[in-house]
């Protein structure tokens, strides 16, 4: 956010006379938000991941244990499918994070 507030496009529409909170609210902060979306992308799928292992850890029943038994247990169905939702998940985090691009940078338009 500090390094948007110095860039080149803010200090232009400083100079046309526009209020400082519009440049921080239109121009720097939905710049600044870009960044934000692309990590917060993968974090959907890597709740899962997170939860193998703090299930197993804590012994914890769950969706993290089930798969680390499923795997112990040569469980190929189970494994599979757990891949699948570890995949959809991934899809759905890339799908909202393509979707909030086109919503904080009027540039993004999908035709």
Do not use: Q
């Not at 400083?14 to 870009?34: P, T």
């Not at 990590?39 to 939860?51: D, E, F, R």
């Amino acid at each position: 956010m500090l390094e948007n507030l110095l860039a080149d496009y803010a200090r232009t529409a400083r100079a046309k006379g526009v209020s400082e909170r519009d440049v921080l609210w239109r121009h720097v902060f939905r710049n600044s938000l870009l960044p934000l979306i692309t990590v917060a992308a993968s974090l959907l799928p890597g709740l899962l991941g997170g939860s193998v292992i703090v299930e197993s850890i804590f012994s914890i029943e769950g969706m993290g244990k089930l798969a680390v038994e499923a795997v112990k247990g040569r469980d190929r169905e189970l494994v599979l499918s757990i891949t699948l939702i570890s995949g959809l998940l991934t899809l759905a985090g890339y799908l909202l994070a393509d979707l909030c691009y086109a919503i904080a940078d009027p540039r993004v338009s999908y035709d």
